[in-house]
């Protein structure tokens, strides 16, 4: 098997972490974002030609699964997932053939019912690449719980990560990981202290070889403020290291959250709420530039952005 090795991300330090490796951070699916007020998450299938992310209301209360597909190179209208447009469904997360989809969602377990519930992982599935989704599945215990279950990461070792705050525990959100042993699952445990903290630990993407994860931490001592970006990756014996912020050229002084790794591409997705607003004009404006700047895509909204990971992701043979 293959093993994706950081080699540039964890050295020097914080101010200058990987900054000489970094490429541009720029704008995902823009024309198409845009026609949403917030985008909260996304996943992209190993084809790297569907995407589906989470379109939500200005002020998150509304949340619904939108594909969008591409052929000859080109993005199609986006569309509501076909099990989706209901409940307050987010965090997709594909399976490595594309033919399951994993997702977070209130719905209630009895379809015969209407009163929607805590927030737990469900899965759908489908025959081919072209087929309709089966109706949703919950994934049911010991993933889901009575507390809430957030942001699915499946390994090829079907290792299950996921983002729980269990209240009786100091620590606010949490990664925890749920082992396939012999075909089932094993009670979820929380990640070392290397990934989390009394702090909050949120929306981890795991290497398929789960050789690294990239996940959000909230407010940390050394972050550049709000929500940043961090990545851990694995010593020799297997444990896993004390995370790194992946610097001020990935991140921003907002909420940068919910990374996603396309690795047959090496490209991080992630959502940031950054703004390039400011709060003078140079000159009175008129409406339409007062509008198009409201617009404009770092307007502090929930938006998509991409950045290449080449020469600081890598593959490498045992």
Not at 45 to 54: G, H, K, P
Not at 102 to 122: A, C, G, H
């Amino acid at each position: 098997m293959k093993r994706f090795l950081i080699l540039a991300l964890l050295l020097g330090n914080l101010p200058t972490f990987g900054q000489s490796q970094v490429k541009t951070v720029s704008p995902f699916l823009e024309n198409i974002v845009s026609e949403f007020p917030n985008i909260r998450d996304l996943a992209v299938s190993a084809t790297s030609d569907e995407v589906i992310f989470s379109a939500q209301s200005f002020m998150g209360d509304v949340s619904a699964l939108v594909s969008v597909k591409k052929t000859n190179n080109e993005w199609a209208d986006p569309k509501v997932v076909s099990f989706s447009g209901r409940y307050f469904d987010l965090e997709p997360f594909f399976s490595k053939d594309g033919l399951t989809l994993y997702f977070v969602s209130n719905r209630p377990l009895d379809q015969m019912s209407d009163e929607t519930k805590d927030f737990d992982i469900w899965y759908a599935t489908r025959a081919s690449l072209n087929s309709e989704w089966s109706k949703p599945v919950n994934m049911g215990a010991p993933i889901n719980s009575e507390l809430d279950e957030f942001y699915p990461s499946v390994t090829d070792s079907n290792n299950f990560y996921f983002t729980l705050d269990n209240p009786q525990l100091k620590q606010k959100d949490d990664i925890y990981v749920s082992e396939y042993i012999n075909g089932n699952y094993t009670q979820p445990k929380q990640l070392v202290s290397a990934i989390n903290s009394e702090g909050f630990e949120f929306n981890a993407f795991v290497a398929h070889d789960e050789s690294y994860i990239i996940y959000t931490c909230y407010n940390r001592e050394n972050g550049f403020g709000s929500g940043d970006l961090y990545i851990s990756t694995k010593s020799e014996s297997g444990e896993w290291k004390p995370s790194e912020n992946m610097g001020n050229q990935i991140n921003s002084d907002k909420m940068d959250y919910c990374p996603f790794v396309d690795a047959s591409t090496n490209t991080l997705y992630f959502t940031s709420k950054r703004n390039a607003l400011k709060p003078t004009f140079d000159s009175k404006v008129d409406i339409n530039t007062l509008l198009k700047t409201f617009n404009s895509y770092e307007n502090g909204l929930s938006r998509l952005y991409q950045v290449s990971l080449e020469g600081m992701v890598t593959k490498k043979n045992p």
